[in-house]
């Protein structure tokens, strides 16, 4: 069972446009983590959020978590094809519980 | 130098032959995991690790063990390798008591013949 729900699965943009993903769920997280991989490589940690209705940004990236805990999105500002890779959240239920990756969106962008 | 490294990072290998995959750690954290990623698919836990002496199954562990040699070292092994295990296999690390941020390695591409 999937308990979290990424959207789009795959998104294919022009070098500057702005773009969306979601991470939705019908449980509640104590924080929600976000990763990128690159070809090739491992999934890398971009940011964590932890308070209902938190907005991170992280230059061009902005993440906020939803107010009851359950939903993330990601937003990309002016996307450049150095954003292009696997975009993942994971969720913590706090405690010695371990993480819930989401199914993951797929992101090209084109020059 | 890597915080999380695998070895090796490319294998091929004939169905029915036996395959260890090797992750080593200098983070100093006691959880490690092994995840498995095929296309479209993101990530699927094999098994994980909370200390030396704790080994639980993740959702796809059929066809797989593992071993925690020291809290550094975290081995999976394919008793009886298949075409289907065909993937990219990931071990990462994560600090006990927090939020469970995980620490990727490279990974190995095992491709199965």
């Known amino acids: 069972t999937q308990l979290l729900e990424q959207s789009p699965q795959f998104l294919s943009i022009q070098e500057g446009e702005n773009l969306t993903v979601y991470c939705n769920s019908s449980?509640?997280?104590?924080?929600l983590q976000w990763y990128r991989q690159e070809p090739g490589e491992g999934p890398v940690l971009l940011v964590t959020v932890v308070t209902g209705g938190e907005v991170k940004k992280l230059k061009r990236l902005t993440f906020q978590f939803g107010d009851a805990r359950k939903d993330s999105s990601l937003h990309i500002t002016a996307a450049q094809p150095g954003d292009t890779g696997l975009y993942l959240c994971?969720?913590?239920?706090?405690?010695?519980?371990?993480?819930?990756f989401g199914t993951g969106t797929k992101l090209q962008v084109i020059p | 130098d890597a915080d999380v490294t695998q070895t090796p990072r490319n294998r091929i290998t004939k169905t029915g032959k036996r395959i260890m995959l090797e992750c080593s750690q200098t983070?100093?954290?006691?959880?490690m995991y092994w995840y498995r990623q095929d296309p479209g698919l993101g990530l699927r836990l094999i098994y994980y690790?909370?200390?030396?002496?704790?080994?639980n199954k993740g959702e796809i562990s059929d066809g797989y063990s593992v071993s925690r040699q020291a809290q550094a070292k975290f081995s999976l092994s394919l008793e009886s390798a298949i075409p289907n295990q065909t993937a990219l296999y990931f071990c990462a690390t994560s600090d006990l008591g927090g939020r469970d941020e995980q620490f990727f390695g490279p990974g190995t591409r095992l491709t199965v013949l």
């Open positions: 983070k100093g954290h006691d959880r």
């Open positions: 690790s909370f200390d030396v002496k704790d080994i």
């Open positions: 449980s509640v997280f104590s924080s």
């Open positions: 994971a969720g913590h239920r706090g405690g010695y519980q371990k993480v819930t």
